[in-house]
């Protein structure tokens, strides 16, 4: 008889801490302690966004040299999955919107080809996350930023090259 694969071992057979109850692993200090270092630290978000959207226009340019390689392209998926995952607690929902858009693009080979055909579809994710940022757009609801948001996913959707 083979070995199994995969063996499930129990947390509590190995006599390691299990949490045990209903309660909150975190009390309402720690939550507290928590929100007020994240509002000490907000001043810097949009230092740290404006660095962040830098980076994913240096690599678009890197990218485009490159002649839009899949290694180059993984890079600007690497920094546009750091602005999709930050954009909301820097205070910029419309930046996770649209860096997520980016990262549907061409998180596939299907999609990284599709960027090889289309770059300017690249270039204007990367240049409408830079007009936010420059001109602070932070709601989802602007409706210049929801318009490029809208016809920027409706070309990533159009294309069929993003998973659902």
Avoid at 17 to 44: H, N, W, Y
Avoid at 63 to 69: D, G, K, Q
Avoid at 127 to 155: C, M, N, W, Y
Wanted: hydrophobic letters at 45%.
């Amino acid at each position: 008889m083979s070995k199994p694969k995969v063996q499930i071992i129990s947390a509590r057979d190995a006599g390691l801490p299990v949490i045990d109850g209903p309660g909150p692993v975190f009390d309402a200090d720690a939550i507290a302690r928590a929100d007020e270092t994240l509002k000490a630290m907000s001043g810097s978000f949009q230092q740290w966004l404006e660095a962040d959207v830098r980076r994913l226009q240096q690599t678009r340019l890197d990218a485009e040299r490159a002649a839009w390689s899949d290694l180059a392209l993984e890079e600007v998926m690497g920094v546009s999955h750091d602005i999709k995952g930050m954009g909301q607690s820097y205070g910029y929902p419309l930046a996770t919107e649209i860096a997520a858009s980016l990262c549907r693009l061409i998180e596939t080979s299907a999609g990284k080809a599709a960027a090889r055909a289309n770059p300017a579809l690249v270039a204007a994710h990367v240049d409408t996350l830079r007009a936010i940022v420059r001109d602070h757009i932070t709601s989802t609801e602007h409706p210049t930023g929801r318009a490029l948001f809208k016809a920027l996913a409706g070309q990533v959707e159009k294309l069929g090259v993003a998973p659902r």
